[in-house]
């Protein structure tokens, strides 16, 4: 007989509670979380052409990123670093003259304010080169004459420096209207270079228009001062305007700036090749060039120079300003006229000056 214990464990454990059946739970089944581990699934050692592809595919990844940098880095130079690192040297001071050119020179206008010319034709761009040359900004369109061009001229002629005078040419004015105007107010004697055409804008005008009143202007100056003017230009602007043949004959002055050599292959005189020169005597920057021969050649290119005469002229070798006397100094006194362009004395043999009225030459 079961005792009492027995009988109240068999109630509890049976199906049915108070005659009711008793509602039966499953039991979740219980999931283990596998642990993590480096363990290979399988024990077996890797082969040897297993261990070495993969050595291979890393090597070949980090090869190939290595050669994509090294190929953009390549580019950059190309493209953003190489063109400009004459620039950077002339920004620091650390200017670099391009190779194979002796004769060097610049340019000025008012932007370079007022020039110490003393020093300018005493000092040194770079690697020792002396500045023989300058072309100053004279006249701009039909009514605009450079604050600073007969002081720059004037000193400049003083201190025996081979000048020269450019006129800025505006395309929508006449050639002939600017022509007349710097006739007007621009004297050159002989010994100085022939005028210079500056030419970069095309303006509202058709390339045939422009290059129609550029070439009235060139003629012009032709006929007055009997030698071919000077074409001042931009590599681009010159490759795309004015390469028709017409322009074949004059002597072209090209900038382009920041390279080795001037990328042009054909007939060129003057290259222009940074705007970020320094030189002793000018505050900021100014604009370096090179002429294309030598000194004997750019003699034979100035206003009256005898082209048939195989003799060079004698080089003015210590550049200082015209030593005034006596009698000169009472002259000066009594004309604000400055030594190089005032009247010549009865006892010297007087510098054809290039002034007569425009109508003289234009009714010839």
């Not at 002793?280 to 290119?301: A, E, R």
Request: hydrophobic fraction near 30%; charged fraction near 25%.
């Amino acid at each position: 007989m079961p005792n009492f214990a027995e009988q109240q464990s068999q109630y509890f454990n049976s199906r049915t509670v108070f005659g009711k059946e008793k509602p039966q739970t499953k039991k979740k089944p219980v999931r283990r979380k596998k642990k993590k581990t480096r363990r290979r699934k399988s024990s077996a050692p890797l082969s040897w052409a297993e261990r070495s592809f993969g050595h291979k595919y890393k090597r070949a990844f980090w090869i190939g990123g290595l050669a994509v940098i090294l190929v953009y880095a390549l580019l950059f130079n190309h493209f953003f670093v190489a063109p400009y690192r004459y620039r950077w040297r002339a920004i620091f001071g650390e200017a670099k003259l391009p190779d194979n050119y002796s004769i060097h020179g610049i340019d000025v206008s008012h932007h370079q304010g007022t020039i110490d010319w003393d020093k300018v034709a005493t000092a040194t761009i770079a690697d020792d080169a002396r500045v023989e040359f300058v072309f100053i900004k004279a006249t701009e369109g039909k009514s605009h004459l450079d604050r600073n061009f007969q002081r720059n001229f004037r000193k400049a002629g003083q201190y025996g420096l081979i000048r020269g005078a450019y006129h800025y040419f505006s395309p929508n004015v006449s050639g002939d209207q600017q022509a007349r105007y710097f006739m007007d107010n621009v004297q050159l004697e002989e010994g100085d270079l022939p005028p210079v055409l500056d030419i970069e804008e095309i303006g509202d005008q058709t390339p045939e228009t422009l290059r129609k009143e550029a070439l009235e202007w060139l003629n012009l100056m032709e006929r007055r001062f009997g030698t071919p003017p000077i074409i001042y230009t931009g590599l681009k602007f010159k490759k795309t305007y004015l390469s028709t043949p017409e322009f074949h004959r004059y002597p072209f002055w090209i900038a382009h700036y920041y390279v080795k050599q001037l990328g042009f292959n054909g007939q060129w005189k003057f290259w222009q090749h940074t705007d970020v020169g320094t030189i002793d005597g000018i505050t900021g920057k100014v604009d370096l060039n090179v002429y294309n021969g030598s000194m004997y050649d750019l003699q034979k290119l100035t206003i009256g120079n005898d082209r048939d005469n195989d003799e060079p002229q004698e080089k003015k070798t210590s550049p200082q300003p015209a030593q005034e006397t006596p009698q000169s100094a009472a002259n000066s006194k009594s004309s604000n006229a400055p030594a190089s362009l005032a009247p010549p004395s009865k006892s010297q043999p007087s510098k054809e000056k290039y002034c007569c009225p425009v109508k003289v030459f234009l009714s010839t």
